[in-house]
């Protein structure tokens, strides 16, 4: 069984944002608009966080893209009281937009700030629905969103993969933001197949994750040279 | 009281009901999306074209389904971008799908400004153009139409070029995006052409202040490069800048400096050079002239360059004007004039502000001093583009050359009588320029005002007609690569999409005009359209006997390699068979990088490398700037000017982000949800401060603040940034301009504040050398 | 007869209690208007906030929660003044209950209603609430909240309605209107002593097995909180703490009833000073065992020196709560301690004076929980603010609105006081109090020995 997994090499990315943009076109993300930002309710399933540290001019910072974590042990679908968001056998955590009952405590109990709350229904104006990608529904009003590891693609992979009735491969299935990343930073695959490169690189003496000692082993690695 | 129980309780029960019913009106969709009878699975293709949202014209991968494109990729075949491409590119699809453009030809019915327009038929729309031309056109003198044309390329440059021709006009401004490095090259090199970095090839990158990961000529070359193995060490990237920029936050060392002294650090760095013998004495003895004094042809004796590094170049004196510690100053001199392939960089960081073409001449000197001319991995030539068939070709004597007309932003309108007619092409002046009444005013005075804009922007208000353009990915077009990148690419622009409205191609439209006009002008437009005539340059390079349409990497590193020994394998394809390939693909290119060449080191005749040559020493001297010597690559006259330190404490800097274009970006909500990853700002213009400036201005994160120089004043937002150096004030370009109709983005041009400087050295705009101060509001 | 001559010619405990039944002042009305007005407008605002989405408040990434969850927090707190409290007062025999119960476990009953529709209101698609019966997760501390306030509200309802029904028998066999009102929910019950002691077991077993579902309810949402990892959130200490809390401001919920009731119903006879005393005793030692959990749990916060759970700690101690903060804390402890220590204050005004700042700084505790952590999650800067949108202050004015609306009405259908309690006690328990001392006291040895 697979085990799905990213590496998002710190000291490769540039922060050019381009995952944001991919992730947004990919999965149909509503634009929120000014009013929504100064409130502080943009939906960004992928959010490329600036770490900074020092003061000018010793002054260093780094680029850290931040989408779900996809927790092994996910503290967010514990929650859930309708089981609107669970985790897959091979490690996605899903979210069922028609069942969630909007009571936000699963994006309270993420302790990565990944999820994201439908406060107004989302704005697609008429003239862009042609462009809306059909392979990803559009969420309504009141309900929860977050990254998926692009699952709509896994299913389509998996598909293919049946009709030519061979395995699935590490090329068949990658997420939007890895395919769109220009300097390569971000890989995806299964981390328990050691030829993925996911596995390799997860295993890097430079991986870590983010709150690890929270103990919910997102299934994110990052990787730097520094700590 | 009249108020029984029973009726206090009918009361409550009809207001429990009538406020059940109301809430039932709410905005839940009742009904889940079910699938019809009829539902079949979608069809999925992939179109290849050309991204034409900045000048580095990407590679685009267009995924379409059911013929609607519903996401924008990179095409991995692209040589440059190599499947990447940045959030805008990504964000195109917005453009397409924008809700406000314009449905059709529209004609003014109400007065300038008025917003009063009403649907015309292109017919009509054409006619009244080509009659205008026709009685604006005067026998032998110049015919009084003007074009202001944005970024353009390919055949729709030439279209605007010959149709000028054959108009008998040369009233052309262009935004050709250009940072005087083109003029250094020709004076210093009698190349004529801005020089082409190999970022690929190189081991040590030392950008002053350029954009790599942000507005450069080409941020995907530089982002596909800076993790390149180069002869098997990994690049080392220095940038230095005056704020943490994203740019400087991916490179690896980050030298932080004081703002207008990169010329005094290039300087400095030579001196170290110099002193520890880091240069090929024996070449630069060979090649390089104006590094010993010397006379000359008049007769005066000039002070060569070495001298001048070893007077003013000295470590403490730089320290102390650049802010770079002195350690820090020599480990890189060390380290660049030690690196076997290392460039030093500059872009419009440097070149546009006062004293900027001396401080390019500096930086310039770094790569020459140590050899770096035409070598792999060092500053080159981009290789020649097989000659195209165009348009621009059937000049009449003494029309346009676009590449020289002035660029839009600072020089519009130019003094002199006011056209007949003016065409706006790409461009939007009302916004983008530094007063908007100046333009609104210029653009009232002209009879006829014709706007190609697919969007109605401001300029579009102030026009008599507007001709809609189609966005790029409905038309006909062809791109090339900057000259940055260093071998010639020729990116196809096709359209992914029948036209969604009743929109026009301006390429057309011109020839349409052209052809109504009759005679002459009809003669000159021989092609059908701009198809037939992209068509037409695809099939010549069938013909060129080098480069191929693009392939995947393996690919391209093996003809490269065929083609670097001297051999090239016809493809065995008919023109035509070729012409699809190309189109299929994406382009074509040729991959061949000749280091080996030394027309890209010099094209003077005595085949030398001029520092500080006699000519722009000449053009520096006669600015009349307090010069010692003639030159020098410091400028201290910045904080004299506007009135001193007192009224205007602080310097602004204005930068671009990789998410907005110039003028186009704020019609695209993707990008101004994420303006400024460093902060995460959004929708709005922000200036970043330091702490340090924060506390003594008394500012605060998210206050709202007005920036005045002597020239005019912004609003923006405050952001506190501990990458901000003390006294700076940097803002982002680029939301100056907006469309109604999808989210109003609370944007400013700083340009207002800036004005219409211009360096009169360099005959570009001076950009970086304003003082402000900073009031709260 | 009017109801009215009815009730004027019984005897005075039946008069007293029954009058409201029967006569309603101009001020009632006025109050009531007032109330049903501000319950509207609530009503307005929710209706409004349906269609436009939970946008209509000023709630964001990261402040998920507000207005409505402290309001849920808050009222669910204090329900535990009626049935709690009187349980335990009951189960601990304490005579001076007898006039207090009844009104205490109105509160209860109505109060848990309007605090089980806050998460409602707070939900971003209430018209699939079912889906928590349809698709139960069972680990959810959200479903385990519902159960347990679903059992709660069944147990406080049984609890009010079962001590009542000998008032119903006797209100139905005076003939009071409306009688088809009366003749149904006293279902059929004649006072005989045999009716009586069943009556009183049932009591008894009802209030032995309310009280762990009432600490059950207030544990489970402290759980709520607790079981994620927020900073400050996270806490094993949350499960008592919020009971004690609950019972802290459902005493004073409570002392501010009585003083309301005492008043406007003129039961000075009923709720006595020693009432007030007694009740103002409670308060002390809750206001106490208040102080003792906050300050555990906040020292373990800096104690422990967390990088997040300090800057919410922070935020809370000095930063941008320090006035919610240290507000909550006069509110809770100083105010209530000073007064309630003293004997000389804890009279019913000084009761009412700490009672009020009680349930204020109850209120503010129930913010400052959920507020400062959801500002300050462990991955993003704190820049972000939360400023409740005139949707939830309105809704909040509303739903404190339809409570006291509802109590008014319920007062007047109901007694307030239980007349057949107040009688019993009249009747027996000064024998029984006496014979209780008596067997306090030490035993004649001479007559164990024997
Ligand atoms: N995304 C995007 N790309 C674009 C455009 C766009 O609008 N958006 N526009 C295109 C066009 S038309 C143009 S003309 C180009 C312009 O592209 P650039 O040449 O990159 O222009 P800016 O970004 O304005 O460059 C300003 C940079 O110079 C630095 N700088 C300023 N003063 C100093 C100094 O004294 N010392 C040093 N070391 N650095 C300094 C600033 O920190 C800033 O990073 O970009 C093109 N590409
Ligand atoms: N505040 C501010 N001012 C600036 C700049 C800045 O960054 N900020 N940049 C300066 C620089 S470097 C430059 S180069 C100039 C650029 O200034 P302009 O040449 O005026 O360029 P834009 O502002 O990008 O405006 C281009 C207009 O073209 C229209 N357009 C978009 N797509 C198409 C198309 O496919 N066809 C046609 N026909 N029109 C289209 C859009 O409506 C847009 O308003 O501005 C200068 N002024
Ligand atoms: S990152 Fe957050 S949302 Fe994603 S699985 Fe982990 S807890 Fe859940
Ligand atoms: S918001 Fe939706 S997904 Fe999250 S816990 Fe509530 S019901 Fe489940
Ligand atoms: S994996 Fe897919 S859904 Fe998740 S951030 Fe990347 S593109 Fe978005
Ligand atoms: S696309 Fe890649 S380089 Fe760009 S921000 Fe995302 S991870 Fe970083
Ligand atoms: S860099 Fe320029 S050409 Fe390339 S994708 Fe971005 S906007 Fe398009
Ligand atoms: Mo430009």
Redo the contacts between chains.
């Keep these: 069984m697979a085990r799905w997994g990213m590496v998002i090499d710190l000291d490769?990315?540039?922060?050019?944002?381009?995952c944001?943009?991919?992730c947004?076109?990919?999965n149909n993300i509503a634009?929120?608009?000014?009013q929504a930002?100064?409130?502080?309710?943009?939906i960004?399933w992928m959010q490329?966080?600036?770490e900074?540290e020092?003061?000018?001019?010793d002054?260093?910072?780094?680029?850290v893209p931040?989408p779900c974590m996809h927790c092994d042990r996910p503290?967010c679908t514990?929650?859930?009281?309708?089981?609107?968001t669970s985790i897959d056998r091979e490690g996605i955590v899903n979210q069922i937009y028609?069942?969630?009952?909007?009571?936000?405590?699963c994006?309270?109990?993420c302790?990565?700030?990944v999820k994201?709350?439908?406060?107004?229904?989302p704005d697609h104006?008429?003239?862009?629905e042609?462009?809306?990608?059909?392979d990803v529904?559009v969420r309504?009003?009141?309900?929860?969103e977050k990254c998926t590891f692009c699952s709509h693609r896994l299913q389509k992979a998996r598909e293919m993969a049946r009709v030519e009735t061979r395995p699935l491969r590490e090329q068949d299935f990658t997420t939007?933001c890895a395919?769109?990343?220009?300097?390569?930073a971000i890989v995806f695959g299964n981390l328990d197949d050691p030829t993925h490169r996911v596995a390799e690189l997860s295993r890097d003496p430079r991986a870590f994750r983010?709150?690890e000692g929270?103990g919910?082993e997102p299934k994110v690695y990052y990787l730097s040279r520094r700590d | 009281m009249a108020i029984t129980r029973r009726s206090f309780l009918v009361g409550a029960a009809g207001a429990g009901i009538g406020f059940g019913l109301g809430a039932l009106s709410h905005?839940?969709?009742l009904a889940?999306?079910h699938v019809g009878p009829d539902w079949a699975p979608?069809d999925e293709t992939f179109v290849a074209s050309t991204c034409l949202l900045c000048p580095a014209h990407c590679g685009i991968r267009v995924r379409l389904?059911d013929g609607?494109?519903?996401?924008?990729?990179?095409n991995p075949l692209h040589p440059v971008?190599q499947?990447?491409?940045?959030?805008k590119?990504?964000?195109g699809?917005?453009l397409?799908?924008?809700?406000s453009?314009l449905k059709g030809p529209l004609v003014r019915v109400g007065p300038p400004g008025s917003d009063e327009f009403k649907p015309i038929g292109w017919n009509a729309a054409l006619d009244r153009v080509a009659s205008a031309l026709s009685s604006a056109s005067q026998p032998g003198g110049a015919t009084p139409v003007e074009w202001m044309v944005g970024d353009v390329s390919g055949v729709c440059g030439d279209l605007v070029a010959g149709f000028c021709g054959v108009l008998g006009t040369t009233r052309v401004s262009v935004d050709d995006y250009r940072d005087g490095s083109a003029d250094l090259l020709g004076m210093c090199q009698g190349i004529a052409t801005a020089p082409a970095f190999d970022l690929a090839g190189a081991d040590m990158v030392l950008s002053f202040g350029a954009a790599l990961?942000e507005a450069w000529w080409s941020?995907?070359h530089a982002?596909?490069a800076?993790?390149a193995e180069v002869a098997g060490r990994s690049a080392r990237w220095v940038q230095v800048d005056t704020r943490?920029s994203?740019?400087a936050?991916?490179a690896h060392q980050?030298v932080?400096i004081r703002p207008g002294t990169f010329g005094a650090l290039a300087l400095g760095l030579t001196y170290v050079i110099v002193k520890e013998g880091l240069y090929d004495a024996d070449l630069v003895a060979r090649q390089v002239a104006g590094w010993e004094d010397w006379t000359g042809a008049d007769g005066t004796p000039h002070v060569g360059y070495r001298t001048l590094v070893l007077r003013h170049g000295r470590s403490d004196e730089v320290s102390a004007r650049t802010?770079v510690p002195v350690a820090t100053l020599t480990a890189l001199a060390k380290q660049f004039g030690g690196a076997r392939r290392g460039v030093a960089v500059w872009d419009q960081g440097v070149a546009w502000r006062s004293g900027g073409m001396a401080d390019a001449l500096a930086i310039h000197a770094l790569n020459t001093l140590t050899g770096r001319l035409g070598r792999r991995g060092g500053l080159l030539v981009q290789g020649p583009m097989p000659g195209l068939p165009g348009p621009a070709e059937q000049k009449a004597p003494g029309a346009v050359d676009l590449a020289s007309a002035p660029l839009t932003a600072t020089s519009w309108p130019a003094a002199g009588s006011d056209p007949k007619v003016l065409f706006l092409y790409h461009a939007n002046p009302v916004a983008s320029l530094p007063d908007p009444d100046t333009a609104r005013q210029a653009l009232a005075r002209v009879p006829l005002v014709v706007s190609f804009s697919p969007f109605f922007d401001e300029s579009a208000r102030c026009a008599h007609l507007i001709l809609p353009d189609h966005t790029y990915l409905e038309r006909w077009q062809d791109a090339l690569a900057p000259a940055a990148v260093p071998s010639p690419v020729w990116g196809v622009v096709r359209p992914v999409v029948k036209p969604l409205v009743n929109t026009r191609a301006t390429g057309d439209v011109i020839l349409g005009l052209a052809t109504r006009m009759g005679g002459s002008a009809a003669a000159w437009a021989r092609w059908k359209s701009v198809e037939d005539l992209v068509h037409e340059r695809g099939l010549s390079l069938a013909g060129a006997g080098r480069g191929s349409a693009f392939v995947d990497r393996f690919r391209q590193r093996e003809l490269g390699e065929v083609e670097g020994r001297g051999w090239w394998l016809p493809h065995g394809q008919k023109p035509e068979e070729f012409w699809q390939t190309i189109v299929d693909s994406g382009g074509w290119f040729d991959p061949l990088i000749d280091y080996e060449d030394g027309a890209s080191r010099s094209q003077l005749p005595d085949g030398r490398v001029w520092m500080f040559p006699a000519e722009a020493r000449a053009r520096l001297s006669k600015s009349g700037r307090a010069l010692a010597e003639g030159f020098l690559p410091i400028d201290e006259s910045l904080e004299a000017r506007d009135g001193g330190p007192r009224d205007f404490p602080l310097q602004l800097i204005p930068f671009r982000v990789?998410?907005l274009a110039s003028g186009g970006t704020p019609l695209m909500?993707?990008?101004?949800?994420?303006l400024g990853?460093?902060?995460?700002s959004?929708?709005?213009t922000w200036i970043e401060i330091?702490?340090?400036t924060a506390r003594s201005e008394g500012l605060q994160s998210g206050q709202r603040v007005r920036v005045e120089s002597s020239r005019g004043r912004f609003e923006a937002t405050v952001r506190v940034?501990?990458?901000?150096?003390?006294g700076v004030v940097s803002v982002p370009y680029g939301l100056h301009s907006r469309v109604e109709g999808?989210?109003?983005?609370?944007g400013a041009n700083p340009l207002s504040a800036v004005g219409r400087a211009v360096d009169p050295v360099s005959g570009l705009p001076d950009w970086q050398s304003t003082r402000v101060r900073v009031v709260r509001i | 007869m009017t109801d009215l001559e009815i009730v004027s010619t019984l005897p005075q405990d039946e008069r007293v209690l029954l009058m409201p039944l029967v006569r309603t002042t101009k001020v009632f009305w006025r109050w009531a208007a007032v109330m049903a007005a501000v319950a509207l407008w609530g009503a307005v605002a929710y209706v409004y906030q349906l269609r436009?989405?939970?946008?209509a408040?000023g709630?964001?990434?990261?402040?998920?929660?507000g207005i409505y969850i402290i309001c849920f927090v808050f009222f669910i707190g204090i329900s535990h003044a009626g049935t709690l409290i009187s349980a335990i007062l009951r189960v601990a025999n304490a005579e001076w209950r007898r006039s207090i119960t009844r009104s205490a476990e109105f509160i209860t009953v109505l109060v848990i209603s309007f605090g089980a529709v806050q998460?409602i209101l707070?939900?971003?698609?209430?018209d699939?609430?079912l889906?928590?019966f349809?698709?139960?997760?069972p680990?959810?501390?959200?479903?385990w909240d519902?159960l347990s306030i679903t059992l709660y509200f069944t147990a406080s309802s049984i609890y009010l309605y079962v001590p009542m029904i000998p008032d119903l028998a006797r209100i139905r066999d005076l003939g009071l209107r409306p009688r088809a009102l009366y003749s149904f929910v006293a279902i059929g019950y004649h006072d005989t002593p045999a009716a009586r002691q069943t009556l009183e077991r049932i009591i008894g077993i009802l209030a032995v097995a309310v009280i762990p579902v009432a600490v059950s309810v207030h544990t489970v949402i402290g759980w709520?909180f607790a079981?994620?990892?927020?900073p400050m959130w996270h806490s094993a200490i949350f499960g008592p703490y919020f009971v004690v809390g609950a019972i802290f401001s459902g005493i004073a919920a409570l002392i501010i009833a009585m003083a309301i009731l005492r008043r406007v119903y003129h039961l000075e006879a009923y709720f006595k000073d020693v009432h007030f005393n007694n009740m103002g005793l409670l308060l002390l030692v809750t206001t106490v065992l208040w102080f003792y959990f906050t300050f555990a749990e906040h020292l373990t916060v800096w104690y422990g020196g967390e990088e997040s759970e300090l800057a919410t700690l922070y935020a809370k101690l000095t930063g941008a709560f320090a006035i919610p903060f240290w507000t909550m804390v006069a509110c809770c402890f100083f105010i209530p301690f000073a007064l309630m220590a003293r004997r000389k204050t804890r009279n019913v005004t000084g009761c009412v004076v700490a009672s009020v700042a009680v349930v204020i700084g109850m209120w503010l505790e129930r913010f400052n929980i959920v507020v400062p952590t959801?500002l300050h999650?462990?991955?993003?800067a704190a820049t972000?603010h939360y400023t409740p949108s005139w949707v939830e202050l309105s809704i909040m004015a509303g739903t404190l609105a339809g409570f006291v609306l509802i109590y008014m009405i319920a007062t007047k259908f109901f007694p307030i006081v239980s007349i057949w309690e107040i009688q019993e006690g009249r009747e027996l328990s000064v024998h029984e109090v006496s014979e209780r001392v008596a067997s306090y006291l030490p035993d004649d040895l001479a007559a164990v020995e024997r």
């Design positions: 490769k990315c540039n922060g050019c944002q381009a944001e943009v991919a947004r076109s990919e634009v929120g608009g000014p930002a100064s409130e502080h309710r943009t960004s490329v966080r600036a900074v020092g003061e000018w001019p002054i260093r910072s780094r680029f931040q503290p514990l929650v859930c009281p309708v089981q609107a028609a069942r969630c009952i909007g009571c936000r405590y994006a309270n109990a302790p990565y700030t994201f709350f439908n406060w107004h229904k104006p008429a003239s862009t042609p462009g809306l990608n059909p529904s309504p009003v009141g309900v929860i939007a395919d769109s990343c220009p300097t390569g983010l709150q929270l919910t | 905005q839940f969709p889940s999306p979608n389904i609607r494109p519903v996401r924008i990729d990179g971008s499947g990447g491409l940045c959030p590119g990504r964000a699809l917005q397409l799908y924008h809700p453009r990961s941020p995907l982002a596909r800076r993790d943490l994203r740019t936050v991916g980050f932080a802010g990789m998410t909500p993707w990008l101004l949800e994420h990853a460093l902060n995460g959004a929708w709005e330091g702490p340090e940034s501990p990458g901000a150096q003390p999808w989210g109003e983005p609370n | 436009n989405g939970l946008g408040t709630l964001n990434t990261p402040e998920y929660w998460p707070d939900l971003g698609r209430p699939r609430v889906n928590i349809l698709h139960s997760q680990f959810s501390p959200l479903l519902v709520i079981l994620t990892l927020k959801s999650p462990r991955l993003q972000v």
